[in-house]
């Protein structure tokens, strides 16, 4: 039923993605000291604050995809199956709670 | 495969406990619908706005749990492992969204 | 005091309003109290919660917004613009964190 | 450097104050991209991001309490209280729902 392939589809990321992505959200950040640093409009400001925080939650769910199809499937391997369900659960809760 | 004694820990929840949570919440929206009927301080009504969303945010926890330690691993079992990593993206990412 | 022709853009809500939402998210919750009790397929019941999260948020959006409008403008004419900024703070802190 | 006076509570923050926060956030966003190009554990790099989130929360708290405080009050002077209340709420909701 699924393709043998492995469709990339969904919120699977490369570590080139991931990586391309946080250096994107590190320019970002830089972007906001600017526009703090010119006293920009706050308005402005928080738009700029909600794009990053979307682009980390989008990295956010591609290592959360890469730990349900890879780690947790190497986990059931070893008999860990149920202890990493629980870690994933608490890093979804921190996600969802933001920190 | 589990153990057998199964440690309910973290965000494992039962059917009965996920169910009397729900009815606790729906307790908790009439609450507020009196409130906003009585003209009670907006400042009030939200902060019983964001404890219906937390119990809420604990029942997806209970039920994305159950999915991850049971459903996922009896879709390993059919081939269906990658479908449903992907399915538990997509409800984690309208979790973190809220819709 | 407010503008008599009053745009009623964006979040604003009038009480009717607010309650007829509340009163569909409490339906909203029986629902899914419903899908738990037949043992539907967690993804659904997940995607229902996200759903109600999403009303929530509409709600307390609401309700902010009168604050900011009403609230607030009445506080100020008292000297109590500071302590409302400070309590308005506290629950969009709340409302971001989810409780 | 603040005005001695005002008791600066809550989510109150120095431009100095936002952007000695912001740098610490991107210092934070270089150490994920190091965890990421290590291959360190999932769990552990999602574990910061949440850290990231929260400190963003943070700054945008701090704007949007000095928005409410100093904008909105100029806003009100100037006859435009129910335009800025709308673009704050229009940035609360993005908040909410990061992006």
Chains 1, 2, 3, 4 share one sequence.
Do not use: F, N, W
Not at 2 to 12: E, I, V
Not at 43 to 66: E, F, N, Y
Not at 74 to 89: F, I, P, T, V, Y
């Amino acid at each position: 039923m699924t393709t043998p392939s492995t469709p990339t589809r969904g919120y699977t990321a490369s570590k080139d993605q991931l990586l391309a992505r946080l250096r994107r959200v590190e320019g970002q950040v830089r972007g906001i000291e600017r526009m703090v640093d010119e006293d920009r409009y706050c308005i402005d400001v928080l738009t700029q604050i909600s794009a990053i925080q979307a682009a980390l939650d989008k990295v956010a769910l591609g290592l959360l995809d890469g730990h349900a199809r890879h780690c947790m499937r190497e986990g059931a391997a070893e008999g860990r199956a149920d202890e990493m369900a629980g870690e994933m659960m608490a890093a979804v809760a921190r996600l969802m709670k933001r920190g």
